[in-house]
């Protein structure tokens, strides 16, 4: 059974690969084999400002953001293998507006992750 983000709130702080409408964001592409891709993640995201493992294991990677002003949201990526896709959610934990950012975030990670 594949594993599946939580929904997005209604309010548009919140970014997911599994959403639809705004909230909708594509999922990071795998070339190669996943597991070392998920690895390769997982080292990018712990070396990256601002950004705290939660929990990491062979399909799943927890984090936190923290935002120039304080603020933390929650950053989760989802390994599913079998269609060398990598989904990700990342979502503000308060405010209604978070002014793009967590989109912004998630496009930079995925520069960052597709640049070998």
Same mark, same amino acid.
């Given at each position: 059974?594949? !594993? ?12 997911? /690969?599994?959403? @639809?409408? /705004? *909230? ?8 190669? %084999?996943? *597991? =070392?891709?998920?690895? &390769?993640? &997982? *080292? $990018? !995201?712990?070396?990256?400002? #601002? @950004? @705290?493992?939660?929990?990491?294991? =062979?399909? @799943?990677?927890?984090? %936190?953001? &923290?935002? +120039? $002003?304080?603020?933390? =949201? ?6 599913? +293998?079998?269609?060398?896709?990598? *989904? ?5 934990? $308060? ?9 912004? &975030?998630?496009?930079?990670?995925? $520069? /960052?992750?597709?640049? #070998?």
């Amino acid at each position: 059974m594949p !594993l599946v983000l939580p929904a997005c709130p209604a309010s548009p702080n919140c970014v997911s /690969s599994q959403a @639809t409408g /705004s *909230h909708y964001i594509e999922p990071f592409r795998i070339t190669g %084999e996943p *597991h =070392d891709a998920f690895e &390769r993640l &997982r *080292h $990018l !995201l712990s070396r990256r400002p #601002k @950004t @705290t493992l939660i929990a990491a294991d =062979d399909s @799943t990677i927890r984090v %936190e953001f &923290r935002t +120039a $002003l304080g603020f933390v =949201d929650d950053g989760l990526f989802l390994l599913d +293998a079998e269609n060398s896709l990598i *989904h990700v959610r990342s979502a503000a934990r $308060l405010g209604y507006w978070d002014l793009g950012m967590n989109r912004r &975030r998630m496009e930079e990670i995925r $520069l /960052s992750f597709e640049v #070998k």
